[in-house]
């Protein structure tokens, strides 16, 4: 299996790499906003413990090389804004899940989109991908449109998949292929 802990990805304005020890504050900031976790599959954090245990499974799950979350750094003051994640990549399937979520006051600026298309050209480009999929909240109209510009396709809906805090929900699957992907980066 490959080990993905020294994975470090540039993007114009940001460096992605692996969550460290030092990301727990930033990362509990984040993960314990309910604007933050309204449509993401777990409750608003409480304990900063559930900060460090993320942080040191991630180290298990990037040496495994079934999961990759980087934390997204802006380079301009070294602040973590939020994280992006293959997770469940399958080898024999060439298949992985994607997942991304910034911090409140880091919306509507782009981040989200150079970052998520950084680890889309490394998924489809050195790890081999054939196909990406994400699994969102019907409701969460930002993420639908951040997987629309990256080209994903709506593919179905899977219906009461979440109860998250005792509050039932549906899920949209996005899919996007490697074929689609290098026609799309072809063109830009
Ligand atoms: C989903 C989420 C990551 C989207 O964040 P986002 O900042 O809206 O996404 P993007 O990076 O694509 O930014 C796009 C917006 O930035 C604007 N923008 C500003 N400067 C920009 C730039 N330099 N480049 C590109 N877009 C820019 C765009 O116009 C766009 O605004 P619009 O949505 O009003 O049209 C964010 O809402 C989030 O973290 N939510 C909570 C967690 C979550 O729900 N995760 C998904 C679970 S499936």
């Not at 899977?158 to 699957?173: A, N, P």
Request: charged letters at 25%; a neutral charge.
């Amino acid at each position: 299996m490959p080990d993905y802990r020294t994975l470090s990805l540039e993007t114009p304005r940001l460096t992605l790499r692996p969550l460290q020890a030092g990301d727990a504050g930033a990362l509990f900031g984040i993960h314990s906003d309910p604007r933050f976790t309204r449509f993401f599959s777990h409750a608003p954090w409480t304990q900063m413990a559930q900060a460090h245990e993320l942080i040191e499974r991630d180290q298990a799950d990037l040496a495994s090389g079934e999961h990759v979350r980087l934390g997204l750094v802006r380079r301009s003051d070294g602040v973590l804004l939020g994280t992006c994640t293959l997770f469940k990549i399958q080898p024999n399937n060439r298949r992985a899940e994607l997942g991304y979520g910034l911090g409140v006051a880091h919306w509507g600026q782009g981040h989200a989109q150079e970052a998520v298309r950084a680890l889309l050209s490394w998924g489809f480009g050195p790890l081999g991908l054939h196909r990406v999929e994400a699994d969102i909240d019907p409701a969460n109209e930002s993420s639908a449109k951040l997987l629309r510009r990256l080209g994903f396709q709506l593919e179905g809906r899977l219906r009461e998949r979440w109860i998250v805090d005792g509050v039932v929900s549906d899920s949209e699957i996005y899919g996007l292929l490697a074929p689609e992907w290098q026609t799309r980066n072809q063109q830009a």
